[in-house]
């Protein structure tokens, strides 16, 4: 089974700070996707990188995908404390039936 | 707003019961599924639907039935709860561009 490894566990900054969090793998991703999820909702899908080497943005959220495929990063600049929530990544599988595995996530707070 | 509803959004029960947990949804999209999210493993899948009655297990299905009799309903029923399903539950759909799954906004079940 995959295993995605998240760091870090926790992380909590000030406003205006930036921060770079991590998913790796134990074997290479056919697709990574990036979720954030706020207390008491479920996780909302912020990307989905596919190609080794690509890099997506979304506002402050730039979004590595490893060349080998085996990692990825979320990258955010000068964070709000919107910013605040669980940021998970997720590799999809079993083909068409596009199940996910997640990883353990990243506890981010932004502290105002 | 991918029209998906979960209910109830909170539970306690007693070790030993059944509980049934449903999840609606209104586009009537093909593929449903059931995660559980519990601390330091993150999201797991527990069942998955492609259609009415057609169901298949994920990773953590053992205590664990679902039924789909209809397109827009996806039950997940633990049919003798045991403390070790206390756990928010989550079932999403996959709709949109790119397959994307949405999210419902989750049930708290605690098993005393």
């Known amino acids: 089974t995959q295993l995605l490894e998240q760091s870090p566990q926790f992380l909590s900054i000030q406003e205006g700070e930036n921060l770079t969090v991590y998913c790796n793998s134990s074997s290479v991703f056919s697709s990574l996707q990036w979720y954030r999820q706020e207390p008491g909702e479920g996780p909302v899908l912020l990307v989905t990188v596919v190609t080794g080497g690509e890099v997506k943005k979304l506002k402050r959220l730039t979004f590595q995908f490893g060349d080998a495929r085996k990692d990825s990063s979320l990258h955010i600049t000068a964070a709000q404390p919107g910013d605040t929530g669980l940021y998970l990544c997720a590799e999809s599988y079993g083909g068409a039936t596009n199940k996910l595995i997640f990883g353990t996530g990243t506890l981010l707070a932004v502290q105002p | 707003d991918a029209g998906i509803t979960q209910s109830p959004r909170h539970k306690v029960t007693e070790t030993g019961t059944p509980v049934t947990l449903r999840c609606h949804q209104t586009e009537n999209h093909r593929y449903m599924y059931w995660y559980r999210q519990d601390p330091g493993h993150g999201l797991r899948l527990i069942h998955y639907?492609?259609?009415?009655?057609?169901?298949d297990k994920g990773e953590v299905s053992d205590g664990y039935s679902v039924s789909r009799s209809k397109t827009e309903d996806f039950l997940l029923t633990l049919e003798s709860a045991t403390s070790s399903q206390t756990s928010v539950y989550f079932c999403?759909?996959?709709?949109?561009?790119?397959?994307?799954?949405?999210f419902g906004s989750g049930t708290q079940l605690s098993v005393l």
């Open positions: 999403a759909i996959r709709t949109g561009p790119g397959e994307k799954l949405f």
């Open positions: 639907s492609y259609g009415v009655k057609d169901t």
